[in-house]
């Protein structure tokens, strides 16, 4: 769909053609996200069995107003699992209870309060050194022929070695943990197939166990990594309590598998978006101290989550429209991001955009992504290190994006590149 179509499509007309699997969607649904948004602030899909939000002012409103919207349907399959992916989870012992991410409040707060406790800005900044040890490690073993993946050489493993030193992993877990990442993703976001998700939920039962047990051996033997401070974190506030297993858990499981895949996708889009604009590829390396407003644009501008999931605790009014209560929500923040109302031009890559740190891409309100700091700080460190080392560095020709058929993670799957 082009933008200038909205004037001629109503609700019900860009409700009938919203495809998020579609394939000129896959490859940039960005003109669909201006269609959608000019035409309506809401709508209905049947297709999705979602009420889409297309507005920043309505996204945020959703994002940060627990009392009326719930989160607890954040991370559920987009298709409902089939009765024998559901007996492996239940024989494999996989027991996930809601948190942070998908965990309203009272409970919220206070799962949040110990996870903060366990990642404080002082831990986050600490692992600079760390991250540009191994981005230097990275330039010199896998930058080094005049062509290559950014993906496939760099982003893929990266910023999951960077995690793994946070929750003290060791790298030989790699492959496992970003296939399984993979698969659960294609479950979560995508339209699996059976066989998926028979696949994918052994996998999250064989994790649920990794988890448990990795869990319960830093309770009893802690060391210096997250998820030690994670157990041994108490809440003030709370008269000293603590997280239970389950839920220290499926924080840990959380981070496992959604903390470097947003991020793998942050540094795609990143090299993707600045070899494109030749003008600000040159400009950060001229002047790194870009860097870091350029991150900021690229997360609005092609965000790594450019939808996210909510659910109607009651019937409520999004933009004038009625929305009935335990309406599922698919909150477009890529259109969100893209809103003329907040951000001038909007279709306009600047990376020296006053108000680029607005975007929506991280959440908003006490859904924050508890790993946003970490987030920035690796793309930071990474568009340092290789700016400064090849600053000839641009896209290969003939170069094609494909992207993974996900309703919320976008990167490309592959990036080519020359020196």
């Not at 649904?29 to 939000?53: E, G, I, K, N, Q």
């Not at 790699?174 to 066989?195: F, M, P, Q, T």
């Not at 793998?264 to 494109?276: A, D, K, M, P, Q």
Request: proline letters at 6%.
């Amino acid at each position: 769909m082009r933008a200038a179509e909205a004037s001629t499509l109503g609700s019900c007309e860009i409700a009938d053609r919203f495809d998020p699997f579609g394939t000129d969607y896959l490859a940039d649904p960005y003109p669909t996200f201006a269609v959608a948004r000019d035409a309506a602030p809401a709508f209905y899909s049947a297709d999705l069995d979602h009420w889409v939000v297309t507005r920043y002012a309505d996204v945020r409103h959703v994002l940060r107003t627990t009392a009326e919207f719930s989160a607890i349907n954040a991370l559920e399959p987009l298709s409902k699992l089939c009765p024998h992916a559901g007996s492996i989870l239940k024989e494999g012992g996989y027991a996930a209870t809601p948190a942070l991410t998908n965990l309203d409040p009272p409970g919220h707060a206070r799962q949040r309060r110990l996870a903060n406790a366990a990642f404080t800005p002082k831990r986050v900044a600490a692992l600079e050194p760390f991250i540009r040890n191994l981005a230097q490690r990275f330039c010199d073993e896998r930058l080094r022929d005049g062509h290559g993946d950014v993906i496939g050489d760099f982003a893929w493993a990266f910023p999951a070695l960077v995690l793994f030193h946070v929750l003290g992993l060791p790298e030989a877990d790699l492959v496992r943990v970003k296939e399984g990442a993979h698969n659960r993703g294609i479950v979560i976001y995508g339209r699996a197939s059976e066989d998926e998700q028979v696949a994918a939920a052994r996998e999250l039962a064989s994790f649920w166990q990794y988890g448990a047990a990795m869990v319960e051996a830093r309770s009893k033997n802690p060391g210096d990594d997250f998820v030690s401070a994670l157990v041994q974190a108490r809440d003030v506030d709370g008269d000293n309590d603590a997280l239970e297993p389950r839920e220290a858990t499926s924080i840990m499981l959380m981070m496992l598998f959604a903390g470097h895949e947003t991020t793998t996708n942050l540094l795609g889009n990143s090299f993707h978006r600045l070899l494109v604009d030749r003008p600000s590829w040159e400009a950060i390396c001229r002047e790194p101290g870009l860097i870091p407003n350029a991150i900021e644009e690229v997360l609005r501008f092609d965000s790594s989550v450019i939808t996210w999931r909510h659910k109607a605790k009651q019937a409520v009014d999004i933009g004038g429209v009625s929305v009935p209560a335990e309406a599922k929500l698919l909150l477009l923040l890529g259109s969100a991001n893209r809103d003329p109302a907040v951000f001038a031009d909007p279709d306009r890559f600047d990376i020296r955009r006053p108000n680029a740190r607005e975007h929506l891409s991280f959440g908003y309100g006490v859904h924050n992504c508890l790993g946003a700091p970490l987030a920035r700080l690796e793309a930071r460190v990474v568009l340092e290190e290789v700016s400064r080392r090849l600053p000839t560095l641009r896209l290969a020709g003939n170069t094609t994006l494909e992207f993974p058929p996900s309703i919320s993670m976008r990167g490309p799957c592959s990036l080519k590149v020359e020196w």
